[in-house]
């Protein structure tokens, strides 16, 4: 029996499957825990690692859900075929509670977002980002690769080394035509956040496509680039854009279950693209992204600043 059909069902913090522990209880039939983590990381919510083990994150990832579920906001999958995504809104029919179990009701929810391709809607809340993925173009002869968002374990911060008034129309027209990247152009833009100069901040992708901004580190890494000429440039980033970028971090820290320290970097810290070990054992930088004038270390500080704000807000 799959769980979300058994009428009995109650999984909550320390339930996990029967296999995983066969002489500790409380114990469930074996797949349950399994089967609602697949569920939920492919819905959006960050459950973790797909072991069996109801844990704190498995936990955080049902309130996530059950919360959403009680509002109206619903966003459909991406598939294959299409970077942007449409947001529809719906009645909503779960009225359980909001508590980190997953009863028959949670479980039913669950089972109608899947039929439906429904997924995690922004969270957006007091702090506004734009979207705009159905706005940019797509290279109509390329398709991009997806992923679940649980495969995410690197935000990278990239910068886009041109003037600033150069935005996120122009990058994507950029990105989706030959360029220095590919002969054939990328699938789409290559960052799945733009920040602008004056902090506004906006969606490119969904982060389930994966975009081509980090070499081999693309299928796990989530692009976020600010609008700023770094080369041959005295002056950082401005304050209100490195905020702006902090607060995008933290917020995507919150949502993907990942922390400033070891999953927030800068692309020159990222081994293969951005630096190299040279035959000294020397680190040898192939790219100063997002500019030398970005301090990383501080970046992560001030990212775990807002992250731990945002916890403790209710
Ligand atoms: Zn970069």
């Known amino acids: 029996m799959s769980y979300d059909r058994d009428p009995q069902l109650r999984l909550l913090e320390g339930s996990r499957d029967e296999k995983v522990r066969p002489n500790q209880t409380p114990n469930v039939p074996d797949q349950y825990v399994q089967d609602l983590q697949r569920d939920l990381n492919a819905l959006g919510y960050a459950a973790g690692k797909i072991d069996g083990w109801f844990g704190p994150r498995t936990g955080d990832a049902v309130r996530a859900f059950q919360r959403d579920a009680r509002g109206p906001r619903r966003q459909e999958q991406a598939s294959a075929l299409q970077a942007g995504r449409r947001f529809t809104e719906e009645s909503p029919v779960y009225t ?8 028959q009701a ?15 809607p922004d969270s957006g809340g007091s702090f506004p980002i734009e979207d705009i993925r159905d706005r940019l173009p797509i290279n109509p002869n390329l398709t991009a690769r997806i992923r679940q968002p649980n495969h995410i374990d690197r935000l990278v911060l990239h910068c886009t080394d041109a003037p600033p008034t150069w935005g996120a129309m122009a990058c994507a027209t950029y990105d989706v035509h030959p360029n220095h990247i590919s002969a ?3 699938p789409t833009i290559t960052y799945t956040y733009f920040v602008n100069a004056d902090g506004l901040v906006q969606k490119c992708l969904s982060h389930d496509v994966v975009s081509w901004h980090a070499g081999d580190w693309n299928f796990r890494g989530l692009g976020i680039v600010l609008a700023y000429r770094a080369t041959g440039n005295a002056a950082p980033p401005p304050t209100a854009q490195l905020e702006a970028a902090a607060e995008l971090f933290a917020r995507l820290c919150d ?3 990942l922390l400033p320290v070891p999953n927030v970097v800068g692309h020159r810290e990222l081994k293969g693209t951005g630096y190299v070990i040279d035959a000294h054992g020397q680190v040898k930088l192939r790219k100063e992204c997002p500019g030398l004038k970005v301090n990383l270390n501080e970046f992560r500080q001030e990212t775990a600043r807002r992250l731990t704000s945002l916890k403790a807000s209710p």
């Open 96 to 103: 359980g509670e909001v508590n980190g179990v997953v009863d």
């Open 106 to 120: 949670t479980a039913l929810e669950i089972r109608r977002w899947k039929e439906h391709r429904w997924q995690r």
């Open 184 to 186: 054939r152009g990328c």
């Open 255 to 257: 949502s993907l279950g």
